[in-house]
């Protein structure tokens, strides 16, 4: 299975949840925004959402200083 | 017309200044990047303008921010407006010192063509993209850009056709890794430039 993250192409198994991918990125969840085909993909909506072939995920990452 | 408005007219055009001049704008923060991101704003013909903060001016704002020693203590939504009525006094400007909340984040910014995302905290952050994307017509938000060095790291991504990231998405500020004024100015200048190359682009109307 196929998916598009930040516009690069990633191999991926099957039933894997947008969860259990950024858990594998290593990324601290509390600081990403994540967009899933063009829409934000709310925080509460990681855990039950299986990636699909094709799906286009975009991961953001928040730091602190302004 | 202001002295200011005319020179633009003269470098970019009168429809493309119209079409600025038209564009509503909120900064959401006017610390390092939301006070020299409005200035660039300013310079550049946008003459409508939300600024949002309810922090006042200190003495260790002064290495990276857009005001002066004697405006310590005052609202920085106050001084900001100020510093941009001396370079264009022909402004539009709504300062309002508030904190930005889950439950005021869309009455404070829903209704602009353009939102800046220049806070401090990561939650703040993240509170004002999840709440705008999508409904605002352009959202530049800023991540990563405390430090010094390797300015060029500082990219502008557009994640989508209507949101741009600007910065490295890992330089926090941190001990040992201050915020100072040339990175964090090239991080405004960045987020000044994505709104006007969205404006520009003919997307703003």
Redesign the interface.
């Known amino acids: 299975m196929q998916v598009t993250v930040n516009g690069k192409t990633e191999e991926m198994p099957e039933d894997t949840t947008v969860s259990r991918y950024l858990e594998r990125r290593g990324a601290s969840p509390e600081s990403l925004v994540v967009e899933l085909n063009g829409a934000v993909l709310a925080r509460t909506g990681w855990p039950g959402r299986i990636l699909r072939d094709g799906d286009r995920l975009e991961i953001v990452r928040f730091v602190q200083g302004g | 017309m202001s002295g200011l408005t005319d020179a633009l007219a003269g470098y970019l055009g009168e429809d493309a200044l119209a079409r600025i001049r038209a564009v509503r704008v909120g900064l959401a923060?006017a610390?390092?990047?939301?006070s020299n991101c409005a200035q660039y704003l300013v310079r550049c013909g946008f003459c409508r303008l939300r600024l949002v903060d309810f922090d006042v001016v200190e003495a260790a704002n002064l290495n990276r921010q857009f005001y002066f020693a004697a405006q310590t203590g005052q609202k920085k939504v106050a001084a900001l407006t100020e510093n941009l009525l001396r370079i264009e006094p022909e402004l539009s400007v709504e300062a309002l010192a508030e904190r930005i909340t889950p439950e005021n984040v869309l009455e404070l910014f829903g209704d602009l063509d353009v939102v800046v995302e220049?806070?401090?905290?990561?939650?703040a952050?993240?509170l004002v993209?999840?709440s705008l994307?999508?409904r605002v017509g352009c959202l530049v938000?800023?991540?990563?850009?405390?430090g010094w060095g390797d300015p060029d790291a500082l990219t502008v991504?557009r994640?989508?056709p209507d949101f741009y990231?600007v910065g490295d998405?890992?330089?926090?500020?941190?001990p040992g890794r201050p915020?100072l004024a040339p990175r964090v100015n090239v991080a405004a200048a960045k987020e000044a430039d994505a709104v006007l190359s969205w404006v520009l682009a003919g997307k703003g109307t």
Not at chain 2, 118 to 123: E, F, G, N, V
Not at chain 2, 141 to 146: D, E, H, K, M, P
Request: aromatic share 0%.
């Open positions: 923060g610390g390092g990047l939301g220049a806070l401090d905290q990561t939650r952050k993240i993209v999840e994307l999508g938000a800023a991540s990563g850009l405390a991504r994640v989508r990231l998405e890992t330089s926090a500020v941190q915020p």
